[in-house]
């Protein structure tokens, strides 16, 4: 799977104070001085406007606060398009992914998401243990049918930028945290097997009061999924501390093998979208916002 904060113009009133000196002494009236001309009030620069996308490939296009949104059908022979008015938000305005399209005997097609640049931006690349602190608001609705789940994605590896563009999503040293605020129509990682021996469950936890389901899936590259499945699902999050998973990220270990999340790792990029199995049109991102500390 491949990947900004509306920008607020402050307005600063310059006042001149204007002192006249008196001459003393002098026996002829002195030249009038003149009064200094007013300092005109800065005009703010105007937002730039929002230059609507359409895409049905898997290509970043920027959008405002410096983010990008990708329709990403990385996994299907299938057709996915998004629009975005411009602004941090997206709409799947088509799709014909099902199952029937999907590659490699999986389930999930496309992740059409918004979220930082490779490379970073937003304060990324991001020390693993300074992460505490960092937020992400994001607003979506689904009323749709279909299958798939609401993901925010964290990407992690001491090395951020390992290859060519995109190649931190595959790096064999990389570390991906899931977040599922909500699903439809989807098998759930702790309701799963073992994966053929690739999956591990762990009990159930919570951070910042709310209980997830902790799954863990060892791959090729990257070389961990953790999954966080909120118990009590929601459409949106506000303020959300992603520092939280990261910790707790930090703190577990595959039996057998070394800690998930190495202490050099650093957090590379912040995405959030939607993992489509099936149909899914209309469902939409209204709002995206990830402050680092």
């Not at 090395?159 to 129509?185: F, K, R």
Request: contains cysteine; aromatic residues 8%.
């Amino acid at each position: 799977m491949n990947r900004a904060s509306g920008k607020r113009i402050r307005r600063r009133l310059l006042s001149v104070g204007i002192a006249a000196a008196a001459l003393a002494g002098c026996t002829s009236s002195p030249d009038p001085v003149p009064s200094a001309a007013p300092t005109p009030t800065p005009t703010p620069t105007s937002a730039a406007p929002l230059v609507p996308v359409s895409a049905c490939l898997n290509e970043d296009h920027g959008v405002a606060g410096g983010y990008v949104v990708n329709a990403d059908p990385w996994n299907t022979g299938g057709r996915l398009c998004i629009t975005s008015s411009g602004g941090p938000d997206f709409t799947v305005t088509e799709t014909t992914v099902d199952p029937s399209n999907v590659g490699g005997g999986g389930t999930l097609g496309a992740y059409p998401h918004i979220g930082t640049l490779d490379g970073g931006s937003h304060g990324l690349p991001l020390p693993a243990g300074r992460v505490p602190g960092s937020t992400v608001t994001w607003k979506t609705d689904h009323f749709t049918d279909g299958g798939f789940n609401t993901s925010l994605d964290l990407w992690f590896n001491p090395n951020c930028d390992p290859g060519a563009h995109g190649a931190v999503y595959t790096d064999p040293a990389s570390v991906e945290i899931m977040v599922w605020l909500n699903h439809q129509n989807v098998t759930t990682p702790s309701s799963a097997g073992d994966w053929s021996g690739r999956l591990f469950h762990f009990p159930d936890v919570v951070l910042g009061g709310q209980p997830y389901r902790v799954s863990v899936e060892t791959r090729p590259g990257p070389k961990y999924v953790v999954y966080y499945e909120r118990v009590n699902q929601v459409d949106s999050v506000d303020g959300l501390q992603i520092g939280d998973f990261t910790l707790d990220a930090m703190s577990r270990r595959v039996p057998g093998r070394e800690p998930i999340i190495p202490s050099d790792s650093r957090l590379c990029a912040v995405q959030a979208g939607f993992e489509i199995t099936h149909g899914s049109r209309g469902i939409r991102t209204n709002w995206f916002e990830f402050r680092a500390p």
